[in-house]
């Protein structure tokens, strides 16, 4: 199929061009260069780094050796053995991405988070302040550099597609001898929006997946112009009657999703597909609130609480199994999700031992009420170093007590969590901030019995 020489009606006009779409460059693999600068000009990989690890990122010189996102980690391996596989470590993502928000939010309250490294503004209320689009978009680059030290590349069109499309072209180049410098900024003018739309290779496209794409290949589809001439009729009957509509308005140039204000995201999770098969309840425990104090970390850090806790188990057999529970009130402490989920996996059989766990949070809320919640606890006289890791393997349950003659303070606030978890994870969130992550781990002694009547189970 050949594309169109004519134009749908309703280009839009250069003051319509106020959808920004910035995605970070290589940012797990920055975060981590920036942590340990050795790493600079060297192939990275981050992820997974055992035989059944993933990638998540990969620098500009491993990518021009074929290594990609999503790949497993040992075929990445393979493609360049000279890369360095650093674990990934959500702390320090989350950190800079939520310097990066400030960023965002100090130019409109108009942003719409896709991920920690990229997300949609809406500008067109920040010209007076700013200037045009492009010049909020060379703002925004400049200042993320200056305050946080990471490069990304900014899109900058008239609808949510194209600002995507043009935030791609703009990244940084790979090549055999080093990655090049990108634009920085692309903006899609007006008059070039379908020539630069049409360009593009089908699969740019989101909803374009595997599947989708080999249907839209059968019928001879293989640009996004091809698509915007194609019949509906041949459409429909490839992918669908909703989907077609829905590729064939896109391929078109009509977009009209708006910039969501302030999403907040609908989970958070972690999950580990283990090298070898894990079996025996403590190893399983010791692994469950491992991930649980991960996820609660990245909870308290983007300023949420969760309510309903679900977990996820692989077996080896490749088969999956899930359960959630919801609790009655917020939470957002390493010991409360710990707890719940524990007894989730306990009512899973275990026996055949497990190849991948996930633990993850829904029903997140930022406005959860915080009256008598403490400012925070210092862990003041802390002098061990960061190499060293100390782990609380502290029996909390109700009837232990915290020092001689003392018995822990348990009463419930306006959350699920006791004023007991709260100290502990104060404690924890400043150790890590003082010498660094993996200066201090949660124990499975840490899980504890929840008070009667304090959770609702879900499905």
């Keep these: 199929m050949t594309s169109q020489s004519h134009e749908p009606a309703g280009t839009p006009s250069a003051d319509e061009l ?13 975060v981590e260069r920036q942590r340990d600068p050795s790493l600079v000009g060297r192939p990275v990989i981050v992820g997974g780094s055992g035989r059944r690890g993933v990638v998540a990122s990969a620098s500009y010189e491993a990518r021009a050796r074929g290594v990609r996102s999503a790949m497993p980690t040992a075929q990445a391996r393979r493609l360049c053995p000279s890369a360095v596989v650093v674990t990934s470590d959500f702390s320090g993502y989350v950190e800079a991405s939520a310097a990066i928000a400030e960023i965002f939010e100090s130019v409109t309250p108009h942003v719409e988070p896709i991920a920690l490294d990229e997300a949609f503004l809406d500008v067109s209320g920040a010209h007076r302040l700013f200037g045009t689009s492009p010049e909020i978009a060379w703002h925004i680059r400049g200042v993320i550099r200056d305050i946080v030290g990471l490069d990304c590349s900014v899109g900058v069109a008239s609808t949510k597609t194209l600002a995507k499309l043009a935030s791609v072209a703009a990244k940084p180049i790979v090549s055999p001898h080093g990655p090049r410098p990108g634009r920085g900024v692309r903006v899609v003018e007006a008059a070039e929006q379908f ?95 491992r991930l649980a104090d991960a996820v609660a970390s990245r909870l308290r850090a983007a300023g949420l609480w969760g309510r309903t806790v679900t977990v996820k188990v692989r077996y080896p057999d490749f088969s999956l199994r899930t359960r959630a529970q919801t609790l009655s009130e917020p939470f957002q402490t390493s010991r409360t999700l710990a707890a719940v989920a524990h007894r989730l996996v306990e009512r899973l059989d275990l026996s055949a031992g497990v190849r991948l766990l996930g633990v993850s949070v829904s029903g997140l809320d930022d406005v959860a009420a915080t009256d008598g919640r403490p400012s925070g606890s210092s862990a003041s006289g802390a002098d061990s170093p960061a190499s060293e890791t100390l782990q609380l393997a502290l029996d909390l349950g109700p009837q232990s007590s915290v020092a001689a003659g003392q018995e822990p303070d348990t009463a419930r606030g306006p959350t699920g969590d006791t004023e007991l978890d709260r100290q502990i994870a104060d404690a924890l969130d400043a150790i890590r901030a003082r010498f660094g992550r993996a200066s201090i781990a949660q124990g499975a002694g840490t899980i504890r019995d929840a008070a009667p009547g304090e959770r609702r189970w879900g499905h």
């Design 18 to 30: 106020s959808i920004l779409h910035v995605d970070m460059d290589a940012f797990y693999v920055e």
């Design 195 to 289: 020539a630069f739309l049409w360009g593009h290779r089908v699969e740019a496209l989101w909803g374009v997946g595997p599947v989708t794409l080999q249907r839209l290949r059968a019928i001879g589809v293989v640009t996004v112009g091809d698509l915007a001439t194609a019949r509906v009729d041949t459409l429909v009957a490839a992918v669908g009657a909703a989907h077609g509509a829905h590729l064939a308005a896109l391929a078109k140039g009509r977009d009209d999703r708006p910039v969501h204000r302030g999403g907040t995201p609908k989970s958070i999770g972690h999950e580990e597909t283990f090298e070898f098969d894990i079996a025996g309840s403590q190893r399983i425990r010791s692994e469950t609130v």
